[in-house]
């Protein structure tokens, strides 16, 4: 086993003891087994377990992604019957949404706000233009949806996740609409009916798909990686019935380069985002066929790495309080997590999507799309 781990990553310019920052350093000759055998589970797992160290994780599996090391017989087995089970159940179906909230965004609002920017507490990709601060470039992100929406006082403003309110709370401060926030998060609501309160918001604690009424704009960010292949038409069919004729929709969502049923990497799955499934442009292209123009699709994945590498560092820092209440193996878990998913996106092996779409046949004129960053 020892002799083809070490061919593989050698493949990937990776050495065992090696003298490079993303050269692994094995602590339990058990590793080459488990992760042989296990692969991307078992070496996530194992970091967890403290079986090895890097200095650079990051670039290690930046390495190891850009020589395809996912794509080896073992692991395209594996890939195979996830596709199949995705294929057979609906693994985000109505009575299952609560998993993702329980077992992830309710984990604790005192480990999530010890890394994210302290003002609108944004758990998705910030927009660096023109800085290299996380704060900023977060504004600047909220700016260039409301642009990108072309949001205005008169509005009323949909936000299917809603998250902890930053966004609802952005846009009713600094452009003056009424918003209305749809989210499953205990943890995130109650935070938010207080950040948001004296503010013409309304937060809702249910399913995306129990949305009723008639909105201006809609938008959703870092939702719908939640949804689910068997799903996406439902939430498209959604945010169509609820958009007024005339309105905007914006979709913010990580997206994959490939379409799949399968979920996502292993480790994620089981230990991050339970049942989470990233989109193809396909897979949502159909979803929106019939219903909405696509009026803009905007890259902005580079942007995600240095979001998660600035989520990193603030979590570095944070660590010495956060570790009365959270154990080492959690942090190795944590950071690992991190790091591992800011290296796909330099790998340019996942992608960070703006979508802008309007109502088929609304005849409107395409959208205001680029260029509208105005964090006033």
Same mark, same amino acid.
């Given at each position: 086993?020892?002799?083809?781990?070490?061919?593989?990553?050698?493949?990937?310019?990776?050495?065992?003891?090696?003298?490079?920052?993303?050269?692994?350093?094995?602590?339990?000759?058990?590793?080459?087994?488990?992760?042989?055998?296990?692969?991307?589970?078992?070496?996530?797992?194992?970091?967890?377990?403290?079986?090895?160290?890097?200095?650079?994780?990051?670039?290690?599996?930046?390495?190891?992604?850009?020589?395809?090391?996912?794509?080896?017989?073992?692991?395209?087995?594996?890939?195979?019957?996830?596709?199949? *089970?995705g294929r057979l159940r609906n693994?985000?179906?109505? @009575?299952?949404?609560?998993?993702?909230?329980?077992?992830?965004?309710?984990?604790?609002?005192?480990?999530?706000?010890?890394?994210?920017?302290?003002?609108?507490?944004?758990?998705? &990709?910030?927009?660096?233009?023109?800085?290299?601060?996380?704060?900023?470039?977060?504004?600047?992100?909220?700016?260039?949806?409301?642009?990108?929406?072309?949001?205005?006082?008169?509005?009323?403003?949909l936000d299917i996740g809603s998250?902890?309110?930053?966004?609802?709370?952005?846009?009713?401060?600094?452009?003056?609409?009424?918003?209305?926030?749809?989210?499953?998060?205990?943890?995130?609501?109650? *935070?938010?009916?207080?950040?948001?309160?004296?503010?013409?918001?309304?937060?809702?604690?249910?399913?995306?798909?129990?949305?009723?009424?008639?909105?201006?704009?809609?938008?959703?960010?870092?939702?719908?990686?939640?949804?689910?292949?068997?799903?996406?038409?439902?939430?498209?069919?959604?945010?169509?019935?609820?958009?007024?004729?005339?309105?905007?929709?914006?979709?913010?969502?990580?997206?994959?380069?490939?379409?799949?049923?399968?979920?996502?990497?292993?480790?994620?799955?089981?230990?991050?985002?339970?049942?989470?499934?990233?989109?193809?442009?396909?897979?949502? @292209?159909?979803?929106?066929? &019939?219903?909405?123009?696509?009026?803009?699709?905007?890259?902005?994945?580079?942007?995600?790495?240095?979001?998660?590498?600035?989520?990193?560092?603030?979590?570095?820092?944070?660590?010495?309080?956060? @570790?009365?209440?959270?154990?080492?193996?959690?942090?190795?878990?944590?950071?690992?997590?991190?790091?591992? &998913? @800011?290296?796909?996106?330099?790998?340019?092996?996942?992608?960070?999507?703006?979508?802008?779409?309007?109502?088929?046949?609304?005849?409107?004129?395409?959208?205001? &799309?680029?260029?509208?960053?105005?964090?006033?």
């Amino acid at each position: 086993m020892e002799k083809a781990v070490r061919g593989v990553l050698e493949h990937a310019g990776i050495q065992i003891d090696g003298p490079n920052p993303w050269d692994i350093h094995v602590r339990d000759p058990r590793w080459y087994r488990r992760v042989w055998r296990e692969r991307s589970l078992g070496l996530g797992e194992s970091y967890m377990d403290g079986w090895w160290e890097c200095e650079r994780i990051d670039e290690l599996v930046v390495r190891l992604l850009r020589a395809g090391v996912q794509t080896t017989p073992l692991l395209r087995a594996a890939a195979v019957l996830a596709y199949g *089970y995705g294929r057979l159940r609906n693994l985000q179906s109505k @009575a299952r949404a609560h998993i993702i909230a329980d077992r992830h965004y309710n984990i604790g609002n005192d480990l999530f706000f010890s890394f994210l920017d302290p003002e609108y507490k944004q758990y998705s &990709c910030a927009y660096f233009d023109g800085t290299d601060r996380l704060e900023e470039a977060q504004v600047n992100k909220l700016a260039l949806i409301c642009g990108k929406l072309e949001l205005s006082k008169d509005d009323h403003l949909l936000d299917i996740g809603s998250g902890w309110g930053g966004l609802a709370k952005y846009a009713a401060e600094r452009v003056g609409c009424r918003v209305t926030g749809v989210n499953i998060s205990q943890e995130q609501l109650g *935070y938010a009916e207080t950040f948001c309160a004296d503010l013409p918001v309304t937060f809702l604690n249910q399913d995306y798909r129990a949305i009723d009424g008639r909105f201006d704009k809609i938008v959703s960010v870092g939702m719908f990686e939640h949804v689910g292949h068997r799903n996406y038409r439902t939430f498209m069919r959604t945010a169509h019935r609820c958009l007024t004729d005339d309105g905007i929709f914006l979709l913010h969502t990580i997206g994959a380069n490939r379409s799949g049923t399968g979920g996502t990497d292993p480790w994620i799955s089981k230990y991050i985002f339970p049942n989470s499934m990233l989109p193809s442009a396909a897979q949502i @292209a159909r979803a929106a066929e &019939c219903l909405f123009v696509m009026e803009d699709w905007h890259n902005l994945g580079p942007h995600y790495d240095k979001t998660l590498m600035a989520w990193h560092a603030n979590f570095q820092q944070a660590w010495p309080r956060l @570790a009365e209440k959270y154990d080492e193996r959690f942090k190795r878990m944590w950071e690992y997590y991190l790091l591992v &998913c @800011a290296a796909a996106f330099r790998a340019r092996n996942i992608q960070l999507w703006q979508v802008v779409m309007t109502k088929q046949g609304s005849g409107r004129r395409q959208p205001r &799309c680029r260029g509208t960053v105005q964090a006033a």
